[in-house]
């Protein structure tokens, strides 16, 4: 074991080091934990992440809202890693979200997902600061793998994502 500058107990095995080489720093069963933060409309979704998150051993969901306004005021108060924000808040609601996160908690990475997302949309989420694009019919691992790279700093789009599910059972001739 050894101690953070934040003096903070780390083991000599890491799960995931940000960027610039910041720790993750809570600790659960001697392994760096990622914290999660979800803003999501549907409570029945909402339930099912927690149950997802809790089911991975190097997630862990600091809090699950209803709110996007409440949302927000929490990652300040309480950073995570990432935060999964449900596009059914609103194409401007949640671009100002992220502009608002990228700005106050600069190392939390922002993810939006929902059941459909046009390519403009996704530009739009992207220009905002998003670093992670999902749509929710999307599968567990999908989610899970998603959120580890956000956390970690990297950018990650769901290959359906650009994809109309229309467009691609007729390919264009």
Same mark, same amino acid.
């Given at each position: 074991?050894?101690t953070?500058?934040?003096?903070?107990a780390?083991?000599?095995?890491?799960?995931?080091?940000?960027p610039?080489g910041?720790?993750?720093?809570?600790?659960?069963?001697?392994?760096n934990?990622?914290?999660?933060?979800?803003?999501?409309?549907?409570?029945?979704?909402?339930?099912?992440?927690?149950?997802?998150?809790?089911s991975?051993?190097?997630l862990?969901?600091?809090?699950?809202v209803?709110?996007?306004?409440?949302g927000?005021?929490l990652?300040?108060?309480?950073?995570?890693?990432? =935060? %999964?924000?449900?596009?059914?808040? &609103?194409?401007?609601?949640?671009?100002?979200?992220?502009?608002? !996160?990228? +700005? *106050?908690?600069?190392?939390?990475?922002?993810?939006?997902?929902?059941?459909?997302?046009?390519?403009?949309?996704?530009?739009? =989420? %992207?220009?905002?600061?998003a670093? &992670?694009?999902l749509?929710?019919?999307?599968?567990?691992?999908? !989610?899970? +793998? *998603?959120?580890?790279?956000?956390?970690?700093?990297?950018?990650?789009?769901?290959?359906?994502?650009?994809?109309?599910?229309s467009?691609?059972?007729?390919?264009l001739?």
């Amino acid at each position: 074991m050894s101690t953070t500058a934040a003096g903070v107990a780390t083991s000599a095995r890491r799960a995931v080091c940000r960027p610039g080489g910041r720790e993750i720093a809570l600790m659960h069963h001697g392994m760096n934990k990622i914290n999660i933060g979800v803003c999501e409309t549907q409570p029945v979704t909402a339930e099912g992440l927690r149950v997802l998150l809790a089911s991975q051993e190097e997630l862990t969901c600091r809090w699950i809202v209803p709110n996007l306004m409440v949302g927000l005021q929490l990652a300040r108060q309480q950073p995570v890693h990432a =935060l %999964l924000v449900d596009k059914g808040f &609103g194409q401007q609601a949640v671009g100002l979200a992220i502009t608002e !996160v990228n +700005a *106050c908690v600069p190392g939390t990475g922002v993810v939006v997902w929902g059941n459909s997302m046009s390519e403009s949309e996704a530009l739009r =989420l %992207l220009q905002s600061g998003a670093r &992670g694009l999902l749509r929710k019919t999307s599968d567990l691992a999908t !989610v899970t +793998a *998603c959120l580890r790279n956000v956390a970690a700093g990297a950018t990650w789009m769901d290959d359906c994502v650009f994809r109309d599910a229309s467009r691609a059972e007729h390919p264009l001739r």
